[in-house]
């Protein structure tokens, strides 16, 4: 079974901290997104990485792929309340193209 | 109005009885997928259908069935619920033709399910 182990589970911090969410896999993805879900919604999508290596910024969100393409990170910088919400990050294999697999989340709280 | 919907958003039943969940998308998308998302363990995959004729088990399947009535329409069905059914379920959708972002997926708002 191919995981995509995601830490950490809960991540409580004040305002004006930085944090930094992990995914990890032994697989190799031929992408990864990374989804935001607040409560009574659906995940949204953020970002969609591609290529090993690659760094997108989304405001104050910086999203990187592994060089090879087996993990892939989020780090929010100066964290608002407004950020409080659930970070899934998902992968797509060659093997598996159309299905996504999806990490076991992350909560995030950011109190004022 | 909202481009994947989801019907009801919550149901509380009863073990032993039967349930349809139902997803609607106005996206035009040809892919389907229904998903149970449970604390700590995130979104996993049910099933899946990538076209009208198409259906496929995903990685919790067993005590769940889907029908896809039309393009824009694909159900889920508890035939016999338990009380570890109970979770929030989500419909999305993706479009197999779009080259943009990779298998974007877009979910409905969920329904949530308490299984008594």
């Known amino acids: 079974t191919q995981l995509l182990e995601q830490s950490p589970q809960f991540l409580s911090i004040q305002e004006g901290e930085n944090l930094t969410v992990y995914c990890n896999s032994s697989s190799v993805f031929s992408s990864l997104q990374w989804y935001r879900q607040e409560p009574g919604e659906g995940p949204v999508l953020l970002v969609t990485v591609v290529t090993g290596g690659e760094v997108k910024k989304l405001k104050r969100l910086t999203f990187q792929f592994g060089d090879a393409r087996k993990d892939s990170s989020l780090h929010i910088t100066a964290a608002q309340p407004g950020d409080t919400g659930l970070y899934l990050c998902a992968g797509v294999t060659r093997s598996n193209t159309g299905k996504l697999i999806f990490g076991q989340g992350t909560t995030l709280q950011v109190k004022p | 109005d909202a481009d994947v919907t989801q019907t009801p958003r919550n149901r509380i039943t009863k073990t032993g009885k039967r349930i349809m969940l139902e997803c609607s998308q106005t996206?035009?998308?040809?892919?389907m997928y229904w998903y149970r998302q449970d604390p700590g363990l995130g979104l996993r995959l049910i099933y899946y259908s990538f076209d009208v004729k198409d259906i496929n088990k995903g990685e919790i399947s067993d005590g769940y069935s889907v029908s896809r009535q039309a393009q824009a329409k694909f159900s889920l069905s508890l035939e016999s619920a338990i009380p570890n059914q109970t979770a929030l379920y989500f419909c999305?959708?993706?479009?197999?033709?779009?080259?943009?972002?990779?298998?974007?997926?877009?979910f409905g708002p969920g329904t949530r399910l308490t299984v008594l």
């Open positions: 996206k035009g998308h040809d892919r």
């Open positions: 999305a959708t993706s479009d197999s033709s779009w080259q943009g972002n990779d298998n974007e997926q877009f």
